[in-house]
C-alpha cells in the first residue's frame, strides 16, 4: 500500500549506539518501501557543520543514499548546523523550516516544531540568536576542536534550563498552532520536538483538524506512517546492543 514516513527527534549520538543500530535497521527495512521519507529535525544531538567527518555521520549519510527512496530533512533545534555537503553526501533534500506538501491529495504543513513553542520566551531568544548567519559563519570558522568543545557546553545548558522550566511552558502554544495552520492553508499539521506523541483532533473555524507529533528515540524508535487513508504512530524497538 502506499505510504510515507515521517521521523524525528532521534538524537544520533556516539553515546548511544542502541539508537543508531535502531536507525539503520530502519533504514534496510522500512524505508525502502515507502514513497518517501521525511526527518523533521533533531537527527543527531548536535551538529557542529558538515566538515565533522565521524564515523557515525558517514553510516548515517550512506544509510539515506542507500535507501532507495526520495528523503526530505528540516533542520532541528540540535542539527540546524547540517548543511549542503551533508545533504549532497546523503542524497537528501533540505527544506525550509515550515513547509507545506501534498500529502495524498491533503496539504500538509510539516515543521521540528520549536517555533510553536511560543510560551518558552528564553528559548525562542536562544533560537533567533542562534539562527543568526554571522554567527553561523564565524562558527564555522573555529577548530573543530572547539566547537565540539561549545557543542557540549550548550547541551549541558540546556538540560539545566530544561530542569527549571513547567511542561507546560515547553509544549505548543494553542494559539500558534492556529497561527501557522491558517496561513498555510491547511488542515493536518505534523511536528516533532516536543517528544509527546499523540494524534490531537480539533476544531479550527468549525473545520475538523489534526495535529500529529513525533515521538522520540530514546527509549524506542517513532515513526509516522501515512497512506491515503491513515495516519498511524508506530513505535520500534532498539533492541539489546546499548
Known sequence: MPHTLFIADLHLSAGRPDITAAFLRFMAEEAPKAD???????????????????SLNRRVASAFRDCGVPVFFIHGNRDFMV???FARE????????HQVIDLYGEP????????????????????????????????????LKK???????????????????????MDVNQGEVARQMRKAGVRRLIHG??????IHRFDLH???????????????GSVLVVTPETETLQGLSLGENR
Open 36 to 54: 518517501a521519507l521525511y526527518v523533521l529535525g533533531d537527527l543527531f544531538e548536535f551538529s557542529i557543520g558538515d566538515d565533522e567527518q565521524s
Open 83 to 85: 548543511g549542503r555537503r
Open 90 to 97: 546523503a542524497g537528501l533534500t533540505l527544506l525550509p523550516e
Open 108 to 143: 500538509t504543513l510539516i515543521m521540528h516544531g520549536d517555533t510553536l513553542c511560543t510560551d518558552d520566551a528564553g528559548y525562542q531568544r536562544y533560537r533567533r540568536i542562534t539562527r543568526l548567519g554571522w554567527l553561523q559563519w564565524l562558527f564555522l570558522r573555529l577548530p
Open 147 to 169: 566547537r565540539l568543545g561549545i557543542a557540549d557546553g550548550i547541551r549541558g545548558k540546556s538540560a539545566e534550563a530544561k530542569q527549571d522550566k513547567s511542561i507546560t511552558i
Open 193 to 198: 520536538h516536543t517528544h509527546r506523541p499523540a
Open 206 to 220: 468549525g473545520q475538523p483538524v489534526q495535529r500529529i507529533v513525533l515521538g522520540d528515540w530514546y527509549t524506542q
